[in-house]
């Protein structure tokens, strides 16, 4: 065996001894960040319902649609963004953090994943749908706040 062959042995079983050690050093970040997210989040943890939004505060969002293409595809709240709830981190540098940001999926149980990872990578701006699309079909969609408040629609 030659001195390049041994050098690159060496660094071969160090980076492999290493690595551990690196993705260890990565979850306790992750973890710290989350533990910290958590002790300060507001109660609701950036949920809204969709009567809490009134009709002409909806061309102010910016909206996500959490789910897959084929469910985005056969139908989503109008101006929304599809951005499957995996990706989101992936294509992070496209969700502004100087506007509010809506996101939701059927129920609202992966957007609130999404919407975590975001609150936790940094955007304070982001609010997750609760009961997602279903939701906030059944309580009249944009017309939801007026309902509420007894108003009809808008």
């Known amino acids: 065996m030659n001195i ?3 050098a690159f042995a060496a660094l071969t ?3 492999l001894l290493l690595t551990p050690l690196v993705h260890a050093d990565n979850k306790a970040i992750a973890v710290d960040e989350m533990e910290a997210y958590l002790e300060f989040v507001d109660y ?3 949920v809204i319902f969709a009567e809490q939004i009134p009709a002409d505060e909806w061309k102010k969002l910016v909206v996500i649609d959490a789910r ?3 469910q985005f595809a056969k139908g989503h709240i109008p101006g929304a963004i599809n951005m499957d709830w ?5 294509k992070r540098n496209s969700i502004p953090k100087d506007k509010p940001v809506l996101i939701y999926c059927n129920t609202g149980s992966l957007s609130a994943q999404a919407g ?6 940094g955007w304070e701006n982001v609010r997750i ?10 309580k009249g969609g944009f017309d939801a706040s007026s309902k509420a408040a007894g108003q009809g629609k808008h």
């Open 13 to 15: 079983a160090s980076t």
């Open 129 to 138: 749908l609760q009961g997602g699309m279903e939701e906030w079909t059944a």
């Open 44 to 46: 609701g943890g950036g």
């Open 116 to 121: 975590f990872s975001m609150r936790v990578a």
């Open 4 to 6: 390049r062959t041994l």
């Open 68 to 70: 897959d293409a084929g």
């Open 86 to 90: 995996r990706q989101v981190l992936a």
